[in-house]
């Protein structure tokens, strides 16, 4: 009974509870059906309403009144105050559709109306009557802010290219102006209205306000970018006029507050070459700049530091680009006076921490990436329009590097600072100028250089070094701080910008005569001192030496043998020597010291740029000497010491070895290969004598087909067989075996025979140039398998290097540098090693280089004509060479790829394949011990005389001879008695012996 009771219960709350949300649903039902009357109710009626009101609107407006006709007069104009309430009652109701062409055309003609409804004085007519009645004033505002809200909208819809759109864009622009400043109300010219003129003013600048609070910049900014994207505007040069005139009126009347100064500067001075546009088609413009000191003003914010870091934040880096071109720009056309006010500190440091600012890597976000021709590759900003007129921002920036403004930043400071001082006459510590005592301590007393002052009575010099933190020094280090960050951030301008400060105002020459006066060696202990510190990047004077770095070794890779040896103007050799004692001495003790840190030292930037520019010097002075002897090393180094270090693998001495080996004495490294390759055989288990060692290789060779025999027998064995033991059995011309000595091998002689064989210019494989020396013939490929002959060759030549074999192989200096690797390096010039080919040809470029005339004249083109056994064969230096001529502008890049079609393109696979097997025998890290000439004497030996107490004393003997023995003593006697030198060099590549040490100079 209870339990039915209980079960009558939860079903009378269930049916309750569902009657409840049924009761609920329903009047939610309700509600819904009332709310949807309702709305469609309301947007009946506001249909109904808007319908009367745009009829209303097309009654007044679409018929005579409209103030569409030219001819009309003033009396046919439609009295404000009836067309107001239909004006208001319309902009108020009638939202704006960009995509309706009635709205478009209905906005229009009220533009049309007002406009013209200002210019009359009739307070009957005139539309800015309507704002002097109190009751009318505020309505009458609002409805004018709506009116400039609406064609503000459209604006960014039109495109100026279109014609009808133009005339759109003059006639919304010319609203804009009307009601954003008073001096078109020709009401206010009336007599009695006057006085009210500084109300209408601030009337205008609060509808400006107004304006700049909903996106007025940012739309004239798109209009800018549409107007002026290609190099030919689109846009009317009065648009334009309208343009600027409207976007400055907030500023002028704003007193250039820093809200809205930096609007104005983020989103119009940031428009892609606006300046440029401006200077060529409305220069009137950039004089009102001037009048306004808008450079100044922009160039002021970066004083402030938190206002410059809130401005920097809000531009992307392509913004900031184009910004920094306009600044760029426009200092570029002020009046010399105020330049020469603004270009330090103002212009320098805005400069320099606005490309700092800009990335100048890939950002990793997002897939896509967009070439950017000052940039590189970078991430696409979502306004494509600030990437447009690119070639222009390149134009504008070359001003900063042009002669005008290297003059006024640095030219004329340089001078002013050097006036007083005169090149310094340097001697190397290690090689002095005399020896006369007394002679050297009146040179150096009578010496004036950089940094010596000498008195006219000729009494001694007082030494008054530089500081790194005097005023001058900051100021030219700050100034070229500002280039080192152009040449960091613009890296596809890289070259520009260099050649800009080279050959500018003999600036370059300048700024080593500043750092030749900043102490001892050009001040190195001071800048030692100061890369110790850790605040290393808020240093300008680093900035100062990685600059004049980096311009030095440009200069000197486009420099030829005539300009540096023979003219030597500005730069004298002594300078040279002077930079190359310098840079070699502070490298050492940046690495040596550990003073960079330990990490990265070879990616360390300040390491770059000196260790580049080293390089580039000594490979100068490899290929042509100009330093005294033993100038390059490091008297400090010990050359045991050193290679023990390395023997116990420390970081500094590797370094060392890696960067700098010339450092230490040839005949060192020579012993430091030759451990090398004993350590690798070691590894590889090739110690073992020739007859014990089971890895030795049999070949029989036939004498009439030394170079066949060879290449069949020794073509398909792998690296490591060559780098093992050979052995040699000769079979002679009758076709017996020849009794071999020294072990049965006879591999030396093998190994000279076959090189003497295939490097004979006979065979085609190599040629010769004019003074005898070797390398690959361009030809070659008449030679059925040339290539995989070249391959072998070189491996062969590497087995003789390998084994410490001296063959008389004399290589052209070029072919050298390709075997080492140094043709692919950025600092390598094709046209340095030219000589070594072809001097005739090297005299021919060099007068192309300094014809005074137009080059055209010359009827050249980007081709050359090779004969070919007895055919003309035209080779075109790039795709469409032949078509491209000649001239002033672009002569240097012809001998330059004159120079590299010759050294390089004719014998590139030849050459690749000789490196590629050569270097599968020597390894490419050993060979960068050594220099082009060094390698050369690496591989035929040295030409000073022999030195026969060194050759007795590492001659082993056999057969029960020993060096006490008669014979051996006659031997020795005849040698050194009735041996010329040429028969004991005769003597000695007849010699079977092992002689070690023969390398040594």
């Given at each position: 009974?209870?339990?039915?009771?209980?079960?009558?219960?939860?079903?009378?709350?269930?049916?309750?509870?569902?009657?409840?949300?049924?009761?609920?649903?329903?009047?939610?039902?309700?509600?819904?059906?009332?709310?949807?009357?309702?709305?469609?109710?309301?947007?009946?009626?506001?249909?109904?309403?808007?319908?009367?009101?745009?009829?209303?609107?097309?009654?007044?407006?679409?018929?005579?009144?409209?103030?569409?006709?030219?001819?009309?007069?003033?009396?046919?104009?439609?009295?404000?105050?009836?067309?107001?309430?239909?004006?208001?009652?319309?902009?108020?109701?009638?939202?704006?559709?960009?995509?309706?062409?009635?709205?478009?055309?209905?906005?229009?003609?009220?533009?049309?109306?007002?406009?013209?409804?200002?210019?009359?004085?009739?307070?009957?007519?005139?539309?800015?009557?309507?704002?002097?009645?109190?009751?009318?004033?505020?309505?009458?505002?609002?409805?004018?802010?709506?009116?400039?809200?609406?064609?503000?909208?459209?604006?960014?819809?039109?495109?100026?290219?279109?014609?009808?759109?133009?005339?759109?864009?003059?006639?919304?622009?010319?609203?804009?102006?009307?009601?954003?400043?008073?001096?078109?109300?020709?009401?206010?010219?009336?007599?009695?209205?006057?006085?009210?003129?500084?109300?209408?003013?601030?009337?205008?600048?609060?509808?400006?306000?107004?304006?700049?609070?909903?996106?007025?910049?940012?739309?004239?900014?798109?209009?800018?970018?549409?107007?002026?994207?290609?190099?030919?505007?689109?846009?009317?040069?009065?648009?334009?006029?309208?343009?600027?005139?409207?976007?400055?009126?907030?500023?002028?009347?704003?007193?250039?507050?820093?809200?809205?100064?930096?609007?104005?500067?983020?989103?119009?001075?940031?428009?892609?070459?606006?300046?440029?546009?401006?200077?060529?088609?409305?220069?009137?413009?950039?004089?009102?700049?001037?009048?306004?000191?808008?450079?100044?003003?922009?160039?002021?914010?970066?004083?402030?530091?938190?206002?410059?870091?809130?401005?920097?934040?809000?531009?992307?880096?392509?913004?900031?680009?184009?910004?920094?071109?306009?600044?760029?720009?426009?200092?570029?056309?002020?009046?010399?006076?105020?330049?020469?006010?603004?270009?330090?500190?103002?212009?320098?440091?805005?400069?320099?921490?606005?490309?700092?600012?800009?990335?100048?890597?890939?950002?990793?976000?997002?897939?896509?990436?967009?070439?950017?021709?000052?940039?590189?590759?970078?991430?696409?900003?979502?306004?494509?329009?600030?990437?447009?007129?690119?070639?222009?921002?390149?134009?504008?920036?070359?001003?900063?590097?042009?002669?005008?403004?290297?003059?006024?930043?640095?030219?004329?400071?340089?001078?002013?600072?050097?006036?007083?001082?005169?090149?310094?006459?340097?001697?190397?510590?290690?090689?002095?100028?005399?020896?006369?005592?007394?002679?050297?301590?009146?040179?150096?007393?009578?010496?004036?250089?950089?940094?010596?002052?000498?008195?006219?009575?000729?009494?001694?010099?007082?030494?008054?070094?530089?500081?790194?933190?005097?005023?001058?020094?900051?100021?030219?280090?700050?100034?070229?701080?500002?280039?080192?960050?152009?040449?960091?951030?613009?890296?596809?301008?890289?070259?520009?910008?260099?050649?800009?400060?080279?050959?500018?105002?003999?600036?370059?020459?300048?700024?080593?005569?500043?750092?030749?006066?900043?102490?001892?060696?050009?001040?190195?202990?001071?800048?030692?001192?100061?890369?110790?510190?850790?605040?290393?990047?808020?240093?300008?004077?680093?900035?100062?030496?990685?600059?004049?770095?980096?311009c030095m070794t440009h200069y000197v890779t486009i420099l030829d043998e005539y300009e540096m040896y023979t003219e030597?103007?500005?730069?004298?050799?002594?300078?040279?020597?002077?930079?190359?004692?310098?840079?070699?001495?502070?490298?050492?003790?940046?690495?040596?010291?550990?003073?960079?840190?330990?990490?990265?030292?070879?990616?360390?930037?300040?390491?770059?740029?000196?260790?580049?520019?080293?390089?580039?010097?000594?490979?100068?002075?490899?290929?042509?000497?100009?330093?005294?002897?033993?100038?390059?090393?490091?008297?400090?180094?010990?050359?045991?010491?050193?290679?023990?270090?390395?023997?116990?693998?420390?970081?500094?001495?590797?370094?060392?070895?890696?960067?700098?080996?010339?450092?230490?004495?040839?005949?060192?490294?020579?012993?430091?290969?030759?451990?090398?390759?004993?350590?690798?055989?070691?590894?590889?288990?090739?110690?073992?004598s020739a007859c014990a060692s089971p890895r030795s290789a049999l070949i029989v060779i036939h004498r009439e087909r030394?170079?066949?025999?060879?290449?069949?027998?020794?073509?398909?064995?792998?690296?490591?067989?060559?780098?093992?033991?050979?052995?040699?059995?000769?079979?002679?011309?009758?076709?017996?075996?020849?009794?071999?000595?020294?072990?049965?091998?006879?591999?030396?002689?093998?190994?000279?025979?076959?090189?003497?064989?295939?490097?004979?210019?006979?065979?085609?494989?190599?040629?010769?140039?004019?003074?005898?020396?070797?390398?690959?013939?361009?030809?070659?490929?008449?030679?059925?398998?040339?290539?995989?002959?070249?391959?072998?060759?070189?491996?062969?030549?590497?087995?003789?290097?390998?084994?410490?074999?001296?063959?008389?192989?004399?290589?052209?200096?070029?072919?050298?540098?390709?075997?080492?690797?140094?043709?692919?390096?950025?600092?390598?010039?094709?046209?340095?090693?030219?000589?070594?080919?072809?001097?005739?040809?090297?005299?021919?470029?060099?007068?192309?280089?300094?014809?005074?005339?137009?080059?055209?004249?010359?009827?050249?083109?980007?081709?050359?004509?090779?004969?070919?056994?007895?055919?003309?064969?035209?080779?075109?230096?790039?795709?469409?060479?032949?078509?491209?001529?000649?001239?002033?502008?672009?002569?240097?890049?012809?001998?330059?790829?004159?120079?590299?079609?010759?050294?390089?393109?004719?014998?590139?696979?030849?050459?690749?394949?000789?490196?590629?097997?050569?270097?599968?025998?020597?390894?490419?890290?050993?060979?960068?011990?050594?220099?082009?000439?060094?390698?050369?004497?690496?591989?035929?030996?040295?030409?000073?005389?022999?030195?026969?107490?060194?050759?007795?004393?590492?001659?082993?003997?056999?057969?029960?001879?020993?060096?006490?023995?008669?014979?051996?003593?006659?031997?020795?006697?005849?040698?050194?008695?009735?041996?010329?030198?040429?028969?004991?060099?005769?003597?000695?590549?007849?010699?079977?012996?092992?002689?070690?040490?023969?390398?040594?100079?």
């Amino acid at each position: 009974m209870f339990a039915q009771t209980e079960s009558h219960k939860n079903n009378f709350l269930e049916y309750t509870k569902a009657a409840r949300e049924e009761r609920a649903l329903e009047k939610r039902r309700e509600e819904a059906a009332i709310l949807l009357q309702a709305t469609l109710k309301g947007y009946a009626a506001r249909s109904k309403y808007q319908k009367c009101i745009i009829n209303d609107f097309d009654a007044l407006f679409m018929g005579c009144h409209g103030g569409d006709e030219k001819d009309e007069k003033d009396t046919d104009l439609l009295p404000a105050v009836h067309a107001y309430p239909v004006l208001r009652r319309y902009l108020t109701q009638i939202k704006l559709d960009k995509n309706d062409g009635r709205t478009r055309d209905r906005l229009e003609r009220i533009c049309r109306y007002v406009n013209r409804a200002m210019e009359v004085d009739n307070p009957k007519l005139s539309y800015a009557a309507l704002c002097l009645h109190k009751e009318r004033s505020l309505p009458w505002i609002g409805h004018i802010k709506q009116l400039l809200t609406n064609c503000m909208q459209l604006l960014p819809e039109l495109k100026p290219e279109n014609h009808a759109d133009s005339i759109s864009l003059a006639l919304f622009l010319h609203t804009l102006i009307v009601f954003t400043a008073p001096k078109s109300w020709a009401v206010l010219r009336n007599a009695q209205f006057e006085r009210l003129q500084p109300a209408m003013q601030k009337i205008c600048c609060n509808v400006q306000g107004h304006l700049v609070h909903h996106g007025f910049y940012k739309t004239m900014r798109i209009i800018l970018l549409k107007g002026t994207a290609r190099e030919e505007l689109s846009v009317k040069p009065v648009t334009l006029v309208a343009i600027i005139t409207l976007c400055l009126r907030p500023l002028i009347d704003g007193d250039f507050s820093r809200n809205l100064l930096s609007q104005f500067l983020s989103e119009i001075l940031s428009v892609p070459a606006l300046i440029y546009h401006l200077h060529q088609s409305v220069p009137q413009c950039i004089e009102q700049f001037s009048s306004m000191s808008l450079l100044k003003r922009a160039l002021n914010i970066s004083e402030d530091y938190q206002w410059f870091e809130e401005f920097s934040a809000s531009m992307s880096g392509t913004k900031s680009l184009a910004y920094l071109g306009n600044i760029v720009n426009l200092f570029n056309i002020e009046n010399l006076a105020e330049a020469k006010k603004l270009a330090y500190p103002l212009l320098t440091e805005t400069t320099t921490s606005l490309l700092e600012l800009i990335p100048n890597t890939v950002t990793t976000k997002g897939v896509f990436t967009q070439w950017h021709e000052l940039l590189g590759w970078h991430t696409p900003c979502a306004e494509p329009a600030q990437n447009q007129n690119v070639a222009l921002i390149k134009k504008q920036f070359h001003m900063l590097w042009d002669h005008r403004c290297i003059k006024l930043l640095l030219g004329d400071l340089l001078k002013e600072i050097n006036e007083n001082y005169e090149r310094i006459e340097f001697h190397s510590p290690q090689q002095p100028s005399t020896s006369n005592l007394i002679r050297r301590a009146l040179e150096r007393s009578s010496t004036r250089g950089s940094g010596l002052l000498a008195s006219a009575a000729g009494k001694q010099a007082k030494v008054q070094w530089r500081k790194l933190d005097n005023g001058n020094v900051v100021q030219v280090s700050r100034i070229c701080g500002m280039y080192y960050a152009a040449l960091n951030t613009l890296s596809q301008m890289k070259l520009d910008i260099l050649t800009g400060i080279c050959y500018n105002d003999n600036v370059l020459y300048d700024i080593w005569l500043l750092l030749t006066s900043l102490g001892p060696n050009c001040g190195m202990k001071e800048y030692l001192d100061l890369l110790r510190c850790e605040t290393l990047v808020q240093k300008p004077q680093i900035a100062m030496l990685m600059l004049f770095c980096d311009c030095m070794t440009h200069y000197v890779t486009i420099l030829d043998e005539y300009e540096m040896y023979t003219e030597q103007n500005p730069f004298r050799l002594n300078d040279y020597v002077m930079l190359t004692y310098f840079l070699n001495n502070i490298l050492y003790k940046l690495i040596n010291d550990n003073i960079l840190g330990a990490k990265n030292i070879v990616q360390n930037p300040v390491f770059v740029s000196l260790h580049t520019l080293l390089l580039c010097l000594y490979r100068r002075d490899c290929r042509r000497p100009f330093t005294p002897p033993n100038h390059w090393l490091i008297p400090e180094v010990k050359p045991s010491t050193f290679i023990n270090d390395l023997e116990k693998a420390k970081r500094n001495a590797m370094l060392l070895l890696a960067k700098m080996p010339h450092i230490i004495p040839h005949e060192d490294r020579v012993k430091l290969f030759r451990k090398f390759v004993q350590n690798e055989k070691a590894v590889m288990g090739l110690t073992e004598s020739a007859c014990a060692s089971p890895r030795s290789a049999l070949i029989v060779i036939h004498r009439e087909r030394i170079v066949e025999d060879g290449y069949r027998q020794l073509v398909a064995q792998p690296t490591h067989a060559l780098k093992g033991v050979i052995r040699v059995r000769f079979i002679n011309q009758q076709g017996l075996h020849e009794a071999g000595i020294d072990q049965d091998g006879v591999f030396k002689e093998f190994l000279e025979e076959t090189i003497k064989k295939v490097f004979d210019p006979s065979l085609n494989l190599f040629k010769t140039t004019s003074d005898q020396r070797l390398y690959p013939s361009p030809i070659s490929y008449v030679q059925d398998n040339h290539l995989q002959l070249f391959e072998f060759v070189g491996r062969m030549l590497g087995k003789a290097v390998y084994e410490g074999i001296v063959v008389d192989v004399p290589f052209a200096s070029f072919f050298l540098s390709q075997l080492l690797g140094q043709t692919q390096q950025a600092l390598y010039s094709c046209m340095d090693e030219l000589p070594s080919l072809d001097n005739e040809l090297y005299r021919s470029l060099t007068f192309i280089k300094h014809y005074k005339q137009d080059v055209a004249d010359l009827n050249l083109t980007f081709s050359v004509d090779q004969d070919v056994m007895g055919k003309i064969v035209t080779h075109e230096l790039h795709p469409g060479g032949k078509a491209r001529v000649v001239n002033d502008h672009n002569k240097l890049v012809y001998i330059h790829y004159m120079a590299y079609f010759h050294m390089n393109t004719q014998i590139r696979e030849q050459t690749q394949a000789f490196n590629r097997g050569f270097r599968s025998i020597v390894n490419p890290e050993w060979l960068s011990l050594f220099s082009p000439p060094e390698l050369q004497r690496l591989i035929s030996g040295d030409t000073v005389p022999l030195d026969l107490k060194d050759l007795r004393k590492h001659t082993q003997y056999y057969g029960g001879f020993h060096d006490s023995h008669r014979v051996v003593g006659w031997l020795w006697d005849i040698l050194a008695k009735d041996f010329t030198e040429d028969e004991r060099k005769l003597f000695l590549k007849l010699f079977q012996t092992t002689i070690v040490g023969l390398c040594a100079p």
